[in-house]
């Protein structure tokens, strides 16, 4: 795993063009442009593991803040626990570097869970931790590349820390300055240490996200 990572993180800047790139249109969902000060942001996403909905706001031209509601029916992307459940989140955004030709950023979506396998109920603490790389392909397109580590706990339940590693991309066509569809994908496992094993997670999601 230690060296994938630095591998990773290679590969995406290599893919970047040497010469100068259109910054897109200035803001992303996905990636590491924020929405802009005092500016914010709708967005809704469907796919796996479910339908979010989400709100951001502009604090300052690095820093967005706001909130996610998710409605799932698979738990925390597992792809082998098809649970309905509920899933409310804060929402923080840190634009840590940006140049001409890419950003860089870390997210933080800390919030409960609960959720209604048959028969049961599991409550639980999502604190997810992101990485994300954004590339400018022209001004109407946005790529990404990250590492997702959705940290989560079940309280009371005896599966206790459950700790996802996720690699993967995505990419946001803006359709106006204003207006984008995006797409995001990310896999990995899922290391449960109270079983000693690990489990295949995926989070597959397109949507739209509006600026205003």
Do not use: C
């Amino acid at each position: 795993m230690k060296r994938f990572i630095p591998g990773f993180l290679l590969a995406v800047l290599l893919a970047v063009p040497g010469t100068a790139m259109a910054r897109g249109q200035g803001w992303s969902l996905l990636a590491a442009e924020t929405v802009g000060s005092g500016r914010n942001m709708f967005s809704a996403q469907i796919g796996f593991p479910g339908l979010s909905l989400g709100l951001l706001h502009g604090g300052s031209d690095n820093v967005d803040i706001g909130g996610k509601f998710s409605f799932n029916w698979g738990r925390e992307g597992l792809v082998d626990a098809s649970d309905a459940g509920l899933k409310l989140q804060g929402w923080l955004r840190v634009m840590i570097a940006k140049t001409d030709k890419v950003a860089f950023a870390i997210t933080f979506q800390p919030g409960p869970f609960i959720y209604f396998p048959r028969g049961n109920t599991l409550f639980g603490m999502s604190l997810p931790v992101a990485f994300v790389v954004g590339i400018p392909v022209g001004s109407a397109l946005m790529i990404n590349a990250g590492i997702d580590v959705p940290f989560n706990v079940y309280i009371g339940e005896g599966i206790g820390p459950v700790i996802p590693i996720l690699f993967g991309g995505g990419l946001e066509y803006f359709v106006n300055n204003n207006l984008n569809v995006n797409f995001n994908l990310r896999m990995g496992p899922s290391i449960v240490p109270r079983f000693d094993d690990s489990y295949f997670t995926m989070e597959a999601l397109a949507g739209v996200a509006y600026r205003f």
